[in-house]
């Protein structure tokens, strides 16, 4: 069965502070690796990663994949409140079937 | 283009009622999956639908049923509803060949 974890739970910071979220997962064939930012109601997507090593950016936010040691990282720097959120990884098997396996989400909440 | 939409957004049924939900994704996009999200397991994938065809489910009890028309528009069905199914009901579309999935705001159902 593909499992992926997501650590930490919760984090509670300040503006202006980093933050490392982490994703590992064991899945029987990878295809790859999504982030996504869930805040009141619906996720809508930051990143998608195949391929290690690979850094993907969108402003103060970037990820990475490491695919021999099976994780990945979300980092936000110079956090703002309107980084409070949820934030989902999803990893997607190879092969014809579409059937993503979700972690249970890093509950990010940025303090003025 | 306008976004994923799902009617209705709330909804209060009793134990043993039947319920659906509706969805309608990006205009052009003719994968539709079903999400279901609960504090105690997360984000559970449902089914996925694709040119009026169940491609993919997931492992949920055959109460749970779905259907997409010709529009792509797809609708999703709990029959003898109970107390346990209290979550939020996403719905997620795609087009052919990406693996980016767009949320709709999903349609919160509690079952008393």
């Known amino acids: 069965e593909d499992k992926v974890v997501q650590s930490p739970l919760s984090l509670v910071v300040h503006e202006g502070d980093t933050v490392t979220l982490n994703c590992s997962y064991e899945?029987?064939?990878?295809?790859?690796l999504l982030w996504y930012k869930q805040e009141k109601k619906a996720p809508t997507f930051l990143f998608m990663l195949t391929s290690s090593g690979i850094e993907k950016k969108s402003g103060r936010l970037s990820s990475i994949l490491d695919k021999k040691e099976l994780f990945s990282i979300l980092n936000i720097t110079a956090t703002q409140t309107g980084d409070s959120a949820v934030y989902l990884c999803a990893v997607l098997p190879s092969g014809g079937s579409y059937i993503p396996t979700f972690g249970r989400g890093t509950s990010l909440i940025v303090h003025p | 283009k306008a976004g994923v939409t799902q009617t209705p957004r709330y909804l209060i049924k009793t134990r043993g009622q039947q319920v659906t939900l509706s969805c309608s994704p990006i205009s052009g996009h003719r994968s539709v999956s079903w999400y279901q999200q609960t504090p105690g397991q997360g984000l559970q994938f449902l089914f996925e639908y694709f040119s009026e065809t169940q491609r993919n489910k997931g492992n949920f009890p055959g109460r749970f049923s779905g259907r997409q028309f010709s529009n792509s528009r797809s609708e999703m069905n709990v029959s003898t509803l109970e107390l346990g199914d209290s979550a939020l009901y996403l719905c997620?579309?795609?087009?052919?060949?990406?693996?980016?999935?767009?949320f709709g705001p999903g349609t919160r159902l509690l079952v008393l």
């Open positions: 899945v029987t064939n990878f295809r790859s």
């Open positions: 997620a579309s795609s087009s052919v060949g990406q693996e980016t999935q767009y």
